[in-house]
């Protein structure tokens, strides 16, 4: 069980806006930035955020993330049916002294 | 950018030792962290450690030390994920990546190798 936590998953039509919701603790979202990644179905994760709310070069603005208190969200908007995946957010833990990763939501796009 | 190329699929019997390999290019290989993450089947990902290749600084998950050894031969631009006895359990996928943040202190990996499936079946 992840000291991050995610919902399992969500969904939602093609063209519209889903929120990814990730809580955790001050000792890790709420004294560290937090990553979000993306893992299509049978390859490696992409990073899609990272420092709570900056995109990657090539990473569309269809993806926001942001960060309050000891929760992060990442945003997705026009979702396309090619944004099925599994999404993870990440952060440090300064109690554990290890990075931790959020048990990660399903996204399906129907 | 980097690109990094792992090993390919290892089978192996509960017992055995065992070492992977994660290769960089591109970027100057010793100059960013390179962490290990592992994905068990159906699972999420786990974050297992760090390794500064410039002067081999290793840091652990507290859940993965003395379970594991990261290593690195800077010479060749290459990280390893080690075992000195594979469990059943150690079946995964393991996942080298680059990480970039200001800090060792920082998840932001920005660059992933392709995965090793690891399967340990008598």
């Known amino acids: 069980q992840s000291v991050l936590t995610q919902p399992p998953s969500v969904s939602t039509a093609p063209g519209q806006k889903v929120t990814i919701s990730c809580s955790g603790s001050?000792?890790?979202?709420?004294?560290?930035?937090v990553s979000w990644y993306q893992q299509l179905p049978g390859t490696a994760p992409k990073l899609l955020i990272y420092?709570?709310?900056k995109r990657p070069s090539g990473i569309p603005d269809r993806f926001s993330g942001s960060k309050s208190g000891t929760s992060a969200t990442l945003g997705i908007t026009g979702l396309q049916t090619g944004d099925e995946a599994d999404y993870y957010c990440?952060?440090?833990?300064?109690?554990?002294?290890?990075?931790?990763f959020g048990g990660g939501t399903k996204l399906s796009v129907l | 950018e980097v690109q990094l190329v792992q090993s390919g699929a290892e089978v192996k019997q509960p017992g055995e030792s065992l070492k992977i390999s994660c290769k960089g290019s591109?970027?100057?290989?010793?100059?960013?962290?390179i962490g290990w993450v592992r994905q068990m089947p159906g699972k999420g990902l786990e974050w297992m450690g760090l390794?500064?290749?410039?002067?081999?600084?290793?840091r652990y998950s507290p859940s993965f030390e003395g379970q594991v050894i990261i290593s690195v031969d800077k010479s060749i631009s290459t990280a390893y994920l080690q075992w000195r006895r594979v469990k059943a359990s150690d079946t995964s996928i393991y996942y080298c990546?680059?990480?970039?943040?200001?800090?060792?202190?920082?998840?932001?990996?920005?660059?992933w190798g392709q995965g090793t499936l690891v399967t340990v079946s008598s």
């Open positions: 990546a680059r990480q970039v943040g200001n800090s060792w202190t920082e998840v932001h990996f920005d660059s």
């Open positions: 420092d709570n709310n």
């Open positions: 990440a952060t440090w833990d300064s109690s554990l002294r290890g990075g931790v």
């Open positions: 001050g000792s890790n979202i709420g004294s560290n930035y």
């Open positions: 591109g970027d100057t290989f010793t100059d960013y962290w």
């Open positions: 390794i500064y290749p410039r002067d081999s600084d290793t």
